[in-house]
Structures are given as C-alpha cells and as structure tokens.
C-alpha cells in the first residue's frame, strides 16, 4: 500500500516491509489495499471497500437478473441525461447566476452581497459557513459584506457551490419511500464534499483551475445518487453487492454523472474531465478529479474504521502537500 501511495501522490516515505492485511469488516470478499505496483491496480481495492462502506446501511443480495435489469435501466438513463437529472433536485437558479458573477471582474463587493441578499436562505447559509471550521477565518463572520470579504473572490464562489450542491447530494428531506436514498446520501455527501475539496487543492500542482477543480468534484459522483433512486424505483429493497455488479454501477455512476453536468448546463470542461477522471495519461483536471477521488475515499475509510491505523498509517504514508490535504480532510465538517 505505502508504495502505491507514494507513487499516486509523490510522496518520500520511507520503504517498509509489506504486511497481510485482513478483509474488510464490511464484506469478507472485498480485501484491504495491498502494496501494488501502480494506482491503477489499487483503485479498485478501494473502490470496492468504499462502495460496501456508503451503502452498508442498505445491502443484500440480488441474483444475476436483478443485477442485469438494474445495469440496463442505468444505462439507458445515461443515453438520457435530462430523465437523470430528474432523479435528483436541480441546482439553484440564483446559484449560477452568482457563479456568472463571480467571473466579471468589474463585479464589486458588494454588488456580489447585493445578489446573495435577494435570497434569505441563501444568506443564513453562507454566514453560517463562512463562520465553520471549513473557511473560518478568526473573528465571527455576521453580515453578507462580512462573508465577502473575508472569504474573497475564490472563497466565495468555492462557498456558494458548497452550499447549493449540499442539498442536492445530501437529500436527507427526501420523499418517505426513498429510503436507500435516505440512508445512503448522507454518506456520499461526505465524499463529494471531501472530494471537492481534494481536488481543489491538488490543481494548482498539477495546472489545473481550483474552482474549475472543485465545481467539477462536487458533481463527480452524483450520478451514484441517481443509481440509488433507481434501484428502489425498479423495486429493489437493498443494493447489490457483488463484485461485479459494483465495478459495473460505478462506471455507469460516473458516465451519468457527466451526463448530468452537461444537462445542467455546467461548462464542457466538467462533463470531460468527470469522464476521464482516474484514467492514465489524461488532462489535468481530470487527473486531479481522479487523485482527488482516491484520497477522500482513502480518508473516509480510515475515519470509518474501515482501514484500521494499524494496517494502513495512511497520514505517515503522505508526505509533502499530499499529507496536508489529507490532514485537512479529516477536518472539514459536514
């Protein structure tokens, strides 16, 4: 694992030697990352200790046609992006308007608190976060024109996307009969949440747009809430657990979710770069969308008690920038 790791994020940790580790407490088939020769074969370890740990709340068992009938409904959603998009609630409309805005230079302070002040609800949250562990800066934060100013340009547009995608991922005021969209989404906004953030950080380094990185993480993985909504749609009580139908549903997650940035009108760029994000010898953003992806999952297992401290040290394994964002990850708030 430590040599995987190290070469996923440039790290200089000392070798050690390797060590067994068990399976995960979630499932006996799916096995701790091992040492691997490159990201491309741990990735999948991974993801499969990630997908057992998000829908734990809600797993069985399906046999082979169940899986099948689900896989061809997810498949055909992603021919279809605007009945995908369907499934989960739209941003909203104040929210790009405010984006747009952000990019006039010529846009003044307070003409930005201007527009947010049009909606109260928009207001409260953004005080509220602007005064969170995520942007805290030091001093309470207790009108609008405080917010702008103390989070500046980027902070601020980094701010408005977190508060307008945390609803539409985080859908805990869902209908009653969503219950696996219930249970489940609370989870996966941790990730999305945690994974914005990675890629935001990794940009930079890699010559990526921080807020191009960011908007692009939130929306990476919203095609696996729409996965959700349909299994219980097609009357599914649980989530399937198979190998194979978890490799597939994740594939199919993120060809939707590209779909869904497209129909939400989100620049070209995301809906690329969410495509290719975690493939070799691809773009910078979709590289930083997929480093960015590994590492909040990586931090997620190891705050669940899935990768024990004992068996993967991951924060000793991360030196340089790669440890700091990983130690700022496990201090976000939800």
């Known amino acids: 694992m430590k040599q995987w790791l190290t070469r996923l994020f440039g790290g200089a ?36 200790a990630f997908y057992r740990w998000l829908t734990d709340p809600v797993r069985g068992d ?7 009938g689900i896989l061809a409904e997810l498949a055909r959603l992603a021919r279809d992006p605007a009945a995908a998009g369907a499934l989960v609630p739209r941003v909203p409309a104040v929210v790009p308007q405010l984006l747009k805005s952000l990019r006039d230079d010529s846009m003044s302070s307070g003409e930005l608190a201007r527009q947010i002040a049009r909606d109260a609800v928009l207001v409260a949250e953004v005080i509220r976060e602007a005064n969170s562990a995520y942007f805290r800066s030091g001093r309470p934060v207790t009108t609008i024109d405080g917010a702008v100013m103390v989070l500046g340009e980027n902070g601020l547009r980094i701010l408005l996307a977190r508060v307008a995608f ?39 380094e890699l010559g990526a747009d921080p807020f191009e990185a960011y908007l692009s993480g939130l929306v990476l993985n919203v095609g696996l809430l729409v996965a959700f909504r349909l299994i219980e749609q097609l009357g599914h009580p649980v989530v399937p657990q198979s190998d194979a139908f978890c490799a597939a549903l994740l594939v199919g997650a993120r060809e939707l979710s590209a779909g869904i940035a497209a129909h939400w009108e989100l620049p070209p760029f995301a ?8 493939r070799p010898g691809t773009q910078p953003l979709a590289e930083a969308l997929g480093r960015a992806d590994l590492l909040a999952k990586l931090r997620l297992l190891l705050d669940a008690g899935v990768f024990g401290a004992g068996d993967a040290p991951l924060p000793a394994l991360l030196a340089g920038p790669a440890q700091k964002y990983f130690e700022r990850l496990g201090n976000r708030d939800g």
Not at 17 to 44: E, F, I, N, V
Not at 271 to 278: Q, S, T
């Open 13 to 48: 940790a000392t070798a050690a030697p390797a060590q067994k580790t068990p399976s995960t407490s979630l499932s006996g088939t799916a096995p701790r990352p091992a040492a691997a020769a490159s990201p491309d074969a741990a990735a999948p370890h991974v993801d499969l």
């Open 62 to 68: 399906a046999d082979a046609r169940a899986e099948a």
């Open 166 to 204: 945390r609803p539409v991922i985080n859908m805990q005021g869902g209908r009653a009969t969503d219950r696996i969209v219930r249970l489940v989404a609370p989870r996966l906004w941790l990730h999305v949440d945690a994974c914005a953030l990675a890629a935001s950080l990794l940009a930079p």
């Open 271 to 278: 809906a690329a770069a969410i495509v290719r994000a975690g």
